[in-house]
């Protein structure tokens, strides 16, 4: 059964959504290299609760990461199923502007 896709989403949106989640799955893994580096050494937590903590973290970051590949892919689907607009036919609404030259450029910048 083939995917749905909601052509009223705005590319350049789910552009911003999926750095979001590149940038989430960086800062768990900062994270995760902080509490794996400091918390053994300061003594305060034992190796199995500071492993299980980097983990989690690690665990975080390959969820962000898996969410924003597979929003990307989406992304891509969306723009090859629109429609073409002709350049002189793209719509500015609420500071964005609407149109295949905008929305390829968008998703082509990741490649």
């Given at each position: 059964?083939?995917?749905?896709?909601?052509?009223?989403?705005?590319?350049?949106?789910?552009?911003?959504?999926?750095?979001?989640?590149?940038?989430?799955?960086?800062?768990?893994?900062?994270?995760?290299?902080?509490?794996?580096?400091?918390?053994?050494?300061?003594?305060?937590?034992?190796?199995?609760?500071?492993?299980?903590?980097?983990?989690?973290?690690?665990?975080f970051a390959g969820l962000n990461y898996y969410m924003a590949r597979k929003l990307q892919k989406y992304l891509r689907r969306l723009?090859?199923?629109?429609?073409a607009v002709p350049a002189g036919e793209q719509k500015v609404t609420d500071g964005a502007v609407t149109g295949s030259a905008v929305t390829d450029d968008a998703v082509t910048k990741d490649r």
């Open positions: 059964m083939p995917v749905r896709i909601n052509p009223n989403l705005d590319p350049v949106r789910l552009r911003k959504r999926v750095l979001l989640f590149y940038f989430a799955a960086g800062i768990n893994l900062l994270m995760a290299l902080w509490v794996g580096s400091v918390g053994g050494s300061s003594g305060q937590a034992s190796g199995g609760t500071v492993t299980l903590i980097t983990l989690v973290f690690i665990g723009v090859a199923e629109r429609p």
